[in-house]
């Protein structure tokens, strides 16, 4: 079966009559763990692709060869956290798509209440002809989310509901952290995971006391929360 590998660790070393030996943990992307003996698994990055022939026993995986498909370049990190290699425009890429598709299932959650809200002024039979435009205007900005349409054509004449729209407040693209904590706590405040936080600086879990958080935000700020949230504008304001 192919593994996509999240992270390597050794677990457990020792000594037999062959010589010393090490249990190495496999981690893959979606968090399941395989061991293995073979060392040539410490060599395998974030990342890195393999094909193994997995087995079970009491609810535990391994395998004992494996075959390597791909295995990106190794990211070497100082004692300070400094050396992060950067694919500022593969992780733009990513994440840009990764907007692009929440964006994509909001329109058509948006579009499902706007025809549901048509459908249930006509079932009751209680239209009248202060609610014919509504209605019109329900399934034209509907189809409009459903067609990638620009809606600012569409709605431009229909009034601001809620008085003027509230100016987001923009994350500071600069900023100080006491600890590692603040530093993950601001990345969950702008939608940014953990462990997307750890694939884009490229730092195992292992190694986070070692983070050094600004030049960490600086990566993540310009790979995924500033492309994201230029995306989320565009689609906003219809462009």
Avoid: H
Avoid at 142 to 161: D, H, N
């Amino acid at each position: 079966m192919k593994i996509t590998v999240r992270e390597v660790a050794v677990v457990k070393t020792g000594q037999s009559e062959k010589g010393d030996w090490e249990l190495i943990k496999v981690t893959s992307d979606d968090g399941t763990g395989y061991t293995t003996f073979d060392k040539k698994a410490k060599q395998l990055n974030a990342g890195a692709v393999i094909e193994a022939e997995v087995t079970l026993k009491e609810g535990k995986a391994s395998f004992k060869k494996f075959e390597v498909i791909s295995n990106p370049e190794a990211v070497a990190t100082s004692a300070n956290g400094g050396g992060y290699k950067k694919n500022v425009d593969g992780m733009k890429i990513e994440y840009a798509l990764k907007a692009k598709l929440q964006a994509i299932e909001r329109a058509s959650i948006e579009a499902q209440t706007a025809y549901r809200g048509a459908i249930e002024l006509l079932i009751k039979d209680k239209v009248f002809d202060d609610s014919v435009p509504l209605i019109d205007a329900a399934l034209k900005w509907g189809l409009s989310k459903l067609t990638a349409t620009e809606l600012k054509e569409q709605l431009g004449s229909m009034p601001t509901i809620g008085g003027p729209e509230k100016k987001e407040k923009q994350p500071n693209p600069d900023p100080k952290f006491a600890n590692v904590g603040e530093f993950f706590t601001a990345c969950d405040k702008e939608g940014v995971s953990r462990s997307d936080v750890l694939k884009a600086i490229q730092c195992k879990e292992a190694d986070v006391s070692k983070i050094n958080t600004e030049e960490a935000w600086q990566v993540v700020y310009e790979t995924i929360i500033k492309p994201s949230k230029k995306l989320f504008d565009e689609e906003k304001s219809g462009k």
